[in-house]
């Protein structure tokens, strides 16, 4: 979104500023001038989408012009920014049309909900009503943390959703390392925190992007600090999310306790991600009737087989009879690719996009978004046809 701002202050331009490139989408300043008559006398070449006005530097001759600012101006949200009680001020700018006033020193959080607002009336964003999936191992190896971000990018970059992973591991997460080269800045530990921050603009400035629509939530890279995060900071976490992203992605790891079990609680769907082997079987069964005490429905467990091969002495029936639940999908054994994906940091569909395992996430990617590849050429071809054309 463009802005402009009206103020002497200077630093309070830079604070704006500041807040601005942190949030999804970017709010950039495009000129400031000093006061209203300097604005009104200078009128921007480009028309802007807001206007913040910095009232407390409005002589009393000046209100006036809020109103004349305002049909200058006729598509632009107004957003006054006030000390005390400036009565005049106020009624001028209600006449004008501003819609939001905030008071100064300016409260980080206020500022992000109305630009939340903003956002929302101006039809650069919407509200989400995500939904959040979770991938969790039945045994270690099983190659969780590899689907949940590969996964993750397919659904971001084939489908265009807006995709969000966090990392609940609580020691050694990783997750960054599988689609990325950059450092997180702030992790789990870090926003539970300062769960007071919390708001989709704060959330944002916290992740890793791995493109414009897909960032990571860093895990907790001190396990000290894991005893500040409580089951409640999930709960805030999500809620944010979900408003904010179509899907959040959960990659829980093996051990669950009680913050993970907030997540997994949560949950819109459980992907239980598991080898065709018996001891991955066996831990399985386990997993599966801890999910079933706590209440979980049949409907929200879907297994994935990793690493699958057709033709062993285990089939997918006798998996599933023995864990009483469905395969919903399975991915194909392609370690070489797999592994050069995980060595370089690169997600695989941007390593080895004509892979087997590259095709088996774009169809699960389809799987969840209930796109059928027999109505059309699938995404995975359209994608990179176009890219090829």
Not at 178 to 185: E, M, R, T
Not at 188 to 204: K, N, T, V
């Given at each position: 979104?463009?802005?402009?701002?009206?103020?002497?202050?200077?630093?309070?331009?830079?604070?704006?500023?500041?807040?601005?490139?942190?949030?999804?989408?970017?709010?950039?300043?495009?000129?400031?001038?000093?006061?209203?008559?300097?604005?009104?006398?200078?009128?921007?070449?480009e028309a802007p989408e807001l206007v913040i006005v910095d009232a407390s530097?409005?002589?009393?001759?000046?209100?006036?012009?809020?109103?004349?600012?305002?049909?200058?101006?006729?598509?632009?949200?107004?957003?006054?920014?006030?000390?005390?009680?400036?009565?005049?001020?106020?009624?001028?700018?209600?006449?004008?049309?501003?819609?939001?006033?905030?008071?100064?020193?300016?409260?980080h959080k206020a500022f992000h909900e109305a630009m939340d607002r903003v956002d929302i009336q101006a039809g650069v964003t919407q509200m989400r009503d995500g939904k959040v999936l979770a991938f969790i191992s039945c045994k270690g190896g099983s190659g969780a943390t590899f689907l949940s971000t590969n996964f993750s990018y397919a659904l971001a970059s084939l489908?265009?959703?807006?995709?969000?992973?966090?990392?609940?591991?609580?020691?050694?997460?990783?997750?960054?390392?599988?689609?990325?080269?950059?450092?997180?800045?702030?992790?789990?530990?870090?926003?539970?925190?300062?769960?007071?921050?919390?708001?989709?603009?704060?959330?944002?400035?916290c992740l890793v992007h791995v493109t414009p629509n897909f960032g990571v939530l860093a895990a907790a890279d001190d396990p000290a600090h894991k005893v500040d995060m409580q089951p409640e900071h999930m709960d805030r976490i999500l809620a944010v999310a979900r408003q904010h992203y179509d899907y959040i992605v959960l990659d829980v790891g093996r051990q669950i306790d009680a913050l993970s079990l907030r997540a997994l609680d949560n949950a819109d769907a459980i992907y239980p991600v598991l080898q065709l082997a018996l001891p991955d079987i066996r831990d399985g069964r386990r997993l599966l009737d801890i999910f079933r005490s706590l209440g979980y429905p049949g409907e929200r467990l879907r297994l994935i087989v990793n690493r699958y091969e057709k033709g062993g002495r285990l089939r997918l029936a006798d998996l599933e009879q023995a864990l009483g639940a469905e395969v919903v999908h399975t991915v194909p054994n392609d370690y070489i690719a797999a592994t050069d994906s995980v060595n370089q940091g690169i997600p695989l569909l941007q390593l080895?996009?004509?892979?087997?395992?590259?095709?088996?996430?774009?169809?699960?990617?389809?799987?969840?978004?209930?796109?059928?590849?027999?109505?059309?050429?699938?995404?995975?071809?359209?994608?990179?046809?176009?890219?090829?054309?």
């Open positions: 979104m463009k802005a402009l701002m009206i103020s002497r202050d200077a630093s309070l331009h830079d604070e704006i500023a500041a807040q601005g490139a942190a949030r999804m989408p970017v709010l950039r300043l495009l000129e400031r001038r000093s006061g209203l008559r300097d604005a009104v006398e200078r009128m921007l070449p530097g409005i002589d009393a001759d000046e209100a006036d012009l809020l109103e004349r600012l305002a049909r200058q101006y006729p598509l632009a949200v107004l957003m006054l920014l006030t000390r005390g009680q400036q009565q005049d001020v106020l009624i001028r700018a209600m006449r004008a049309g501003m819609r939001e006033v905030l008071q100064l020193p300016l409260v489908a265009g959703c807006k995709v969000l992973l966090i990392d609940l591991h609580g020691q050694f997460g990783d997750a960054t390392l599988y689609v990325s080269d950059q450092k997180p800045a702030m992790t789990l530990s870090d926003i539970c925190a300062q769960i007071a921050r919390m708001d989709g603009a704060f959330l944002a400035s080895s996009r004509t892979s087997a395992v590259a095709r088996s996430l774009t169809e699960l990617v389809e799987l969840v978004t209930a796109r059928r590849v027999m109505e059309s050429r699938g995404l995975f071809d359209r994608l990179f046809s176009r890219s090829e054309a």
